[in-house]
């Protein structure tokens, strides 16, 4: 006999009595993105490796280790998406919704990576991402970052904390890259094995270095604030003074120069010290380039993205009671002619009341039974349609949480007695 069939590692599946958690985290952010007139876009979770090849940067972690990459059946290279925004930039110039345009976007979503499973970090993860094009001012960058502080604090979360950096133009990036390759060829013998590699690739990742054993020469290494372009230091002053001005707490981090190849300008990370090693929980900054890097014409843009999981481990930590979707009413049917005749009801129910949830007993059962899966379902009141109720045309009202006598009401006064005492 074959051995049973699990997920795959670092793919998890979440369970009807987890779900309710996801459900509430996707209705704060639908209703924070429409509070600021922000637009979902959906793109396929399979895109083309070069896409990530192309806006990620070949010489990075993700495309180089851990992106699931397979050839088709006709031959083309295809990859899962390990992240959202080149599949949002993609989809922008191939339907023409870019140039000369302003749009602000969002999405959310599972992506793929494979790398080492631990808390908060998984192979199938699921991000949302806030995507915006058209805007070149900090005034974007500053709304979204404002934007991350009012979903902290609708997520009831606390002890989350923002890093700043700029990266300044490609022009000044490029001069302080001569610099910072000088410095770090200098001291070849202090740097690790990704290091070296990175040297003649993209050293300004060598700056994002994990490993404690590289904090010493990182540290003394050139900062790449007093190598900006009078553009860039202007921006920065300005967004700053923007974030002052809406009371958002920051602290300037000149170390953070964010994974990805596309970023330039801004970029922020938000961080805690509750998921370990692991810290940031949203991240972010200017892509200005990446636009016109995947074939469209130059426009500017910024975003950010967070993973989903790592914020629901924090709510979890932090004991944020997040109640379960439960039935408003459970239908207990007795008999099959209850049941042909409860079914024609609930569906009246429904129709009269919008919005109430309404479980029908289905299988059979006696109703004892029934009473039991009742008070399991965690409704508010059970519907009894016996016999006697039938041959009365009535339903016995039986309040489930509160102590109250139960009743028998005719179906014709059934939508309202429910109305009156809030079901």
């Given at each position: ?66 992106m ?26 191939q ?46 960058d ?6 991350t ?13 923002l ?126 380039g ?20 790592r ?51 289905c ?6 039974s029934q ?15 016996g ?30 007695f429910l ?5």
């Open positions: 006999m074959s051995k049973t069939i699990k997920s795959i590692r670092g793919m998890h599946d979440v369970l009807p009595d987890e779900s309710h958690q996801w459900q509430a985290f996707e209705r704060i952010v639908r209703e924070l993105m429409s509070a600021y007139g922000y637009r979902e876009i959906r793109m396929p979770a399979v895109e083309s490796t070069d896409l990530f090849c192309r806006s990620i940067g070949e010489v990075t972690d993700i495309v180089e280790k851990e699931y990459t397979f050839e088709d059946r006709n031959g083309d290279m295809l990859t899962l998406r390990p992240e959202g925004t080149a599949g949002c930039v993609r989809a922008g110039i339907h023409g919704i870019l140039y000369n345009q302003v749009q602000r976007l969002w999405y959310l979503g599972p992506m793929f990576r494979h790398e080492r499973p631990q808390k908060g970090r998984y192979r199938q993860f699921h991000q949302f991402g806030v995507e915006t094009f058209g805007i070149a001012t900090p005034d974007i500053a709304e979204l970052i404002i934007m502080a009012r979903l902290w604090k609708a997520l009831q979360l606390a002890d989350i904390r890093e700043l950096n700029t990266l300044g133009s490609n022009e000044a990036r490029v001069a302080y890259r001569d610099i910072l390759v000088e410095y770090l060829s200098d001291n070849r013998d202090q740097l690790d094995e990704d290091s070296l590699r990175r040297l003649g690739t993209n050293p300004l990742r060598i700056l994002d270095s994990k490993n404690p054993e590289m904090t010493a020469v990182i540290e003394r290494a050139p900062s790449l604030l007093d190598h900006l372009d009078s553009e860039s230091v202007e921006d920065f002053d300005r967004l700053k003074q923007y974030l002052d001005a809406a009371a958002i707490e920051y602290t300037v981090n000149p170390r953070l120069v964010r994974g990805l190849d596309y970023y330039c300008k801004t970029v922020f990370e938000w961080v805690t010290d509750q998921l370990g090693a692991q810290g940031t929980v949203c991240a972010g900054g200017r892509y200005d990446l636009v016109e890097q995947l074939g469209g014409k130059a426009t500017p843009a910024s975003g950010f993205a967070l993973g989903i999981e914020l629901l481990a924090m709510r979890e930590a932090a004991d944020i009671d997040v109640p379960p979707d439960c039935p408003d009413v459970y239908l207990l049917l007795p008999g099959e002619a209850s049941t042909r005749d409860g079914l024609p009801l609930a569906e009246r129910l429904r129709d009269e009341n919008p919005g109430m949830k309404i479980l029908s007993n299988g059979g059962g006696s109703f004892k009473m039991k899966k009742a008070d399991k379902s965690g409704a508010a009141v059970a519907l009894i349609l016999e006697d109720e039938l041959a009365a045309d009535a339903v016995t009202v039986k309040f489930l949480r509160e102590q109250r006598q139960q009743q028998t009401i005719s179906q014709s006064e059934l939508s309202e109305k009156n005492n809030q079901v």
